[in-house]
T-cell receptor
Framework: DTGVSQDPRHKITKRGQNVTFRCDPI?????LYWYRQTLGQGPEFLTY????????KSRLLSDRFSAERPKGSFSTLEIQRTEQGDSAMYLC???????????????FGEGSRLTVL | DQQVKQNSPSLSVQEGRISILNCDYT??????FLWYKKYPAEGPTFLISISSIKDKNEDGRFTVFLNKSAKHLSLHIVPSQPGDSAVYFC???????????FGKGTRLSVIA
């Protein structure tokens, strides 16, 4: 395991359908983050976990979005009743807790691109 | 509101010359700053960082400068190489558990 992996890499769905993305972080990392990136924008924070606890959620994360990290390892991000505005790249990142890594560095996966028709 | 601003969407530099990418921030609580590089169809990868207690950090061809009073940082790449062509994101965080906040990115093109 050399990095963060995300699945699927690409997802095309029709408006109103539910989609789920999975993220497997670097194994020794206890923090896991979800970001969203749209065209011409930088990554925007959605939510993050420390182990299995979801510690913060952005106001970007509407009620149709839910994220879990049940055993403190992999995480899923589900979007219910997708809308065209949900089309974006969904990025997962992991890190050690601040203080153990003085760079505050996040390691990103390659992302899951969602297209809602 | 955009707390981290990269006002130049793109930059073109000749191979061998210096590339200077700029970033401004508005939140005085930010105490750590990072630069990420992103190639198409890949996730961002960490490049270099700087703590607010420093004004310069150097790693090979990459140097980051921080001017706290101006709330400004810059990334210098010298000499620039064609493989440096990518989108560069500036990011910042406060202390504690705060997540990274990213700018919109600057697309660097290094021309051979």
């Amino acid at each position: 395991d050399t990095g963060v992996s995300q699945d699927p890499r690409h997802k095309i769905t029709k408006r109103g359908q539910n989609v789920t993305f999975r993220c497997d972080p670097i194994s020794e990392h206890n923090r896991l983050y979800w970001y969203r990136q749209t065209l011409g924008q930088g990554p925007e924070f959605l939510t993050y976990f420390q182990n299995e606890a979801q510690l913060e959620k952005s106001r970007l994360l509407s009620d149709r979005f839910s994220a879990e990290r049940p055993k403190g390892s992999f995480s899923t991000l589900e979007i219910q009743r997708t809308e065209q505005g949900d089309s974006a790249m969904y990025l997962c990142a992991s890190s050690l807790r601040w203080g153990r890594s003085n760079t505050g560095e996040l390691f990103f996966g390659e992302g899951s691109r969602l297209t809602v028709l | 509101d955009q707390q981290v601003k990269q006002n130049s969407p793109s930059l073109s530099v000749q191979e061998g010359r210096i590339s200077i990418l700029n970033c401004d921030y508005t939140n005085s609580m930010f105490d750590y700053f990072l630069w990420y590089k992103k190639y198409p169809a890949e996730g961002p990868t960490f490049l270099i960082s700087i703590s607010s207690i420093k004004d310069k950090n150097e790693d090979g061809r990459f140097t980051v400068f921080l001017n706290k009073s101006a709330k400004h940082l810059s990334l210098h790449i010298v000499p620039s190489q064609p493989g440096d062509s990518a989108v560069y994101f500036c990011a910042a965080r406060g202390s504690g558990n705060t997540p990274l906040v990213f700018g919109k990115g600057t697309r660097l093109s290094v021309i051979a």
